[in-house]
């Protein structure tokens, strides 16, 4: 049911699967307050991003560790006489601590897409795992940043590639963290730029990662042609996708121009400062991507 209300509640969650004997299995969660089966979701905390909560939430009611891969329609309905909007992604389960059961959630369960679309006990959770199920195999995620804020250009005397971040770009980049944490990868890459190996600092310590210094993603040097960056970016970014979950920093004049060689057509790829997008990839062919 939509509700075209002011948004009084936050929550988000996730469409969590698994490979099974039969095929693709959804986890699903019973909460003894209700009664009821659903996907598992809950509140964001203040000032948290979507992303981050619902991967903290499935987490928390499963004992799922997953990485998200495709954003799925937010879901507005009314809950409690307020107006309420849930945020999805589908997710791959990468492994599980052990379930331990508790007033909120007293049972988790893993079902065939079909038999968890008819368990669920709310139609809208039934239209998530539907546009989930029409979801091509996703093989590969990448979260692409654009480097944090580092000031204005024409106020550096240096050269342009040894520009830090400031102040607002510092704050911006350490938010960044928990996001890049959220999609669990194996490698932090970034351009050449020092504003944009600042703008992974966080990340790369809270992960323990070192950060891969890639001239693939730089922008235009004086002299150089600018599809000649974006056709080696896009190439860049094709090739990390058929690997395990990366994220890369690049830069404003690049990342837009990529997106499009990637997608096949005009877009609105545009990205502010310590803004990104995740990429979910099927094979060679990039899925709409999630701007974040």
Do not use: N
């Amino acid at each position: 049911m939509s509700d075209d209300g002011p948004v009084r509640i936050r929550a988000a969650g996730g469409v969590v699967w698994r490979p099974g004997p039969a095929g693709v299995e959804v986890c699903l969660v019973h909460r003894p307050r209700y009664g009821d089966w659903s996907l598992p979701k809950g509140k964001l905390d203040a000032g948290e991003h979507p992303l981050v909560a619902a991967v903290r939430e499935v987490a928390e009611e499963t004992d799922v560790r997953a990485v998200p891969q495709v954003r799925l329609p937010t879901v507005r309905y009314r809950s409690e006489g307020h107006a309420k909007a849930v945020d999805w992604w589908s997710m791959r389960a990468v492994g599980s601590g052990g379930f331990q059961p508790g007033t909120e959630v007293d049972e988790v369960a893993w079902f065939p897409v079909d038999a968890a679309a008819r368990r669920v006990s709310y139609p809208h959770d039934a239209e998530v795992i539907g546009t989930f199920a029409a979801l091509p195999p996703v093989t590969a995620t990448v979260l692409l940043v654009r480097h944090a804020h580092a000031g204005k250009r024409g106020t550096w005397t240096g050269p342009d590639t040894g520009r830090p971040l400031d102040a607002e770009g510092r704050a911006q980049a350490r938010a960044l963290a928990p996001l890049v944490a959220a999609v669990r990868p194996a490698r932090l890459l970034s351009a050449s730029a020092r504003r944009c190996v600042q703008t992974l600092d966080p990340a790369a310590a809270r992960l323990d990662l070192p950060i891969e210094v890639c001239g693939d993603l730089d922008e235009p040097k004086p002299g150089q042609q600018p599809e000649e960056c974006v056709l080696a970016a896009a190439a860049r970014l094709a090739a990390l996708a058929a690997a395990e979950p990366v994220v890369v920093c690049s830069q404003g004049k690049v990342i837009p121009g990529a997106l499009e060689r990637l997608t096949g057509g005009p877009g609105d790829f545009t990205t502010a400062k310590g803004g990104g997008w995740l990429l979910p990839f099927a094979g060679a062919r990039l899925l709409p991507p999630d701007r974040l």
